[in-house]
């Protein structure tokens, strides 16, 4: 894959009808790897697979607990500044701060990840920062 265009193809690492599976235990072992080459661009990709999964699982409801904020942190630490993992890693932080009441900064990264979309021109991105926007904004 060329650099700038990653895709996320969470149902390709998904084992069928098990979603948790993907953070706990696929995301995990790919994140562990990943560290351990010291690649942080694959890092923060485990970590945003681990999002997507428990996205699946319970749907944004999932922002309040502590292993969303856990997966989003490893994302927040491994995202590069500029990147398309920086905007998922911006939108599941900010999700997280929103649900423990801290909205100023959670509209401060989302505003700060729809901007960093549209400059990077990839939909899938941008429309997820746009809806997360719209939900933490109204």
């Not at 995301?27 to 790897?33: H, M, P, R, S, Y």
């Not at 945003?48 to 999964?53: D, N, P, S, T």
């Not at 922002?63 to 990147?83: K, N, V």
Request: proline share 4%; aromatic share 8%.
């Amino acid at each position: 894959k060329r650099r700038g265009k990653t895709r996320y193809n969470f149902w390709g690492v998904a084992p069928a009808g098990e979603p948790l599976r993907v953070a706990h235990e696929v995301a995990e072992e790919a994140f562990i790897l990943a560290v351990a080459l010291g690649d942080g661009g694959r890092a923060a990709r485990a970590s945003i697979l681990a999002i997507f999964g428990l996205l699946r699982y319970g749907s944004t409801a999932m922002a309040g607990t502590p292993e969303w904020r856990h997966w989003a942190e490893r994302a927040d630490r491994h995202s590069a500044a500029g990147t398309v993992e920086r905007v998922y890693a911006d939108i599941a932080l900010a999700r997280a701060l929103s649900q423990a009441g801290q909205h100023r900064q959670a509209r401060t990264l989302l505003m700060g990840a729809f901007e960093l979309a549209r400059t990077l021109g990839r939909p899938d991105p941008l429309f997820w920062a746009a809806e997360q926007a719209k939900e933490v904004v109204s």
